[in-house]
């Protein structure tokens, strides 16, 4: 293990006590040890309890406590769950005396020990315990049983013992509440009958609900809180962590987790980092919770990086993992309300999830949770839950709430159906410096051959890293133009692969042609005559290059005017080419400069019509299935054939007219039959905009 992963090992193990008061327990600590320092030698014993939950850090209060008692004080911590029956721990607890009084182990003082503890022993059983305390009977027993020998002189005889030691005992508990039922009445017992020596005193350490709840399973007891009244005469309440040392811990669990995963902030995550620890400071109500959640912290911290996940959701999906965990066992089932905020009612309808409807499912999901605290951490997590109107979500990049990345911060890794982030990033790099390598092959791949779903979210996200860029490369030009190819006759679909990839390869071919990184010969030659008129059309409907467009385009439109000269039957053959040529002349020419583009070209009514039949173009409908619609690009063919041509074929259009029906919408395919596509344009020639003259 790496040294990261020692700071993240949890144990309960009790705290130094000279170590920085980071509870703020100091104050409670020192009117405790000033109260046990008031007990004298001479006194007659007395019980002191500290009281509180389990993992409240009472052993670490202890600690502190013997720090501070002065050093005329002998002390020393009796063990009694690690005895068996009774008499081995009226034993156990006179050798523990013995060895705090220095007896020899053949001295006198041990062989009295000894003896008393054989004594007392079979004792310790018999002493009944009724309602809150000894009963009368219990006194009587205990008188008549003291008044026999040996009992009465071994006692005597111990007790003047510990006087001429003129020493102040200290015996220490801990963890009573480990025991079970008869053994902690064995060790009640013990302490208040047979072990309250003159100058020896006991620091009962114990959980009341616990203790309360084992005297009543014995049933030797009435009521079990009067029960520990009579025991303990000074009881201790460890006091909770303060407000402002649990934000404090909260916040250095936070940076712990910074500086393992080397994550920096900027201004939104900071602000997030305060509203979390925020969150969390009431939840962190004991040493042993906050110790378990940075131990959760750290030992998952590698994930972080590892799956690429944000920092600070991490740490709070941790907390609600540890806290709430019939919570987080839900999210899955719950993720797309949590996102929306809405219920889905019925195949088209939602409703809004109130803060109150939150607050139910949590009860239901985990009822020992603290449903506001859950509530607030939810809505830290997620935009749809809400607390009293107030949303604690700010948008930030990787978030549990993006459906993409929710399966990570359960799984604590990329799944399957999933895509790194960093080895897009690493392609991406490689690319924009013209280079190459793994990474750049296996992004290929994935955008090539993956699942259709995890091809689309790898498209998505690259698109979303290159968003901020400023410039291009020829590398990034080359493997867009391969991909295209890839998926060239592909059906675009919305938010489809093809689709991300038409609207990435459109930005970053804009931006080449406007910083002049690439000629429109270069383009065309990496992307084809087809896809770069496409491209080129679609990176004008882009706003970063609104004010450019124009210019960009007059480049292209220069290429293929030349292109029509030379290659005209070619283009016609090719069907949407031409078209695609004219709008784009249309677009980068000043008002009336390229009207006419294609008269040259017309010679007879055949010729016209067959220069009309190629504005003939398929529009793509896309929703719950894949239609399209024959339509006419009338705007682009008034600008390519003049108005004198038009004119001059005007009477040819209307004697062609046929009484012939067909269909040009809710098509099933792109394509239509010769006699359609005929028919179709002739229609359209006729039209007002274009039979006007």
Known sequence: MTSQAKTSEWSDTVRDP??????????????????????????????????????SGKSSVIARIRAGLDEDWV????????????????????????????????????????????????????IPFIGGGASEGASQFLEA??????????????????????????IIVDDVDRLGADELLTLLRLVRMLGRFTGVHYLIAYDQDTIEDLLLESGAVGRSSSFMEKIVQYPFEVPPISRAASLRLANENLRDLLTATKVKLDDTGMQRAAELAGILAPQLRTPRILARYREQLLAFADHVNDAELDV?????????????HGVWTELARWREELSTGREQTNLTDTRALSDKEWSSRIRDADSSTSTVDTLTLLSFLFPGVSVRGLSYNLEHSRAMSDNTYFGRYLLLTIPEDDVSDELIHRALTALSHDDSGESTETLAHILDFGAPEVANLAYARAAAQ????????HGLLKFLSSRLSARRGETQEVGGARTNLNVWSAREVGISLRDELATPEQIIGLFGEQDSLRLLLQASRLPEFRVDAKRIAKGFATYWKIQLHSRLDELLASGPTL?????????????GETEGLLDFAITDFSGYLRIAQSFARFTTWVGSETR??????????????????RKRYLEDVRDAQEDFEYEIDDLDEPSVTPDVLRAFTLNALMSPAIAAT
Do not use: C
């Open 145 to 170: 049983i003291s008044a026999r020998p040996p009992w009465h002189k071994q006692f005597a005889s111990i007790s003047e013992k510990i006087k001429g030691l003129d020493k102040r005992v200290l």
């Open 18 to 55: 000279s170590a920085p008061d980071d509870l703020g327990r100091q104050a409670f600590v020192d009117s405790v040890v000033r109260r046990i320092g008031r007990s004298k030698a001479s006194n007659s014993s007395t019980v002191f309890g500290l009281v509180g939950p389990w993992g």
């Open 466 to 473: 290159r968003r901020e860029a400023l410039t291009t490369s």
């Open 579 to 591: 078209g695609l040529v004219a709008n784009l002349s249309l677009f980068a020419s000043e008002t």
């Open 75 to 126: 002390v020393t911590e009796f063990a009694p769950w690690s005895t068996g029956d009774s008499a081995a721990m009226a034993l156990e607890f006179v050798n523990t005396l013995g060895d705090l009084l220095g007896a020899k182990p053949d001295g006198e003082l041990k062989r009295t020990l000894a003896g008393y503890a054989s004594v007392a022993a079979p004792l310790l059983s018999g």
């Open 628 to 645: 399209y619609e024959l339509e006419f690009r009338e705007a682009d063919f008034i600008h390519a054939v003049s108005a004198e041509m």
């Open 312 to 324: 600070l959701d991490y740490a709070g999906i941790t907390w609600l993992r540890l806290s709430a």
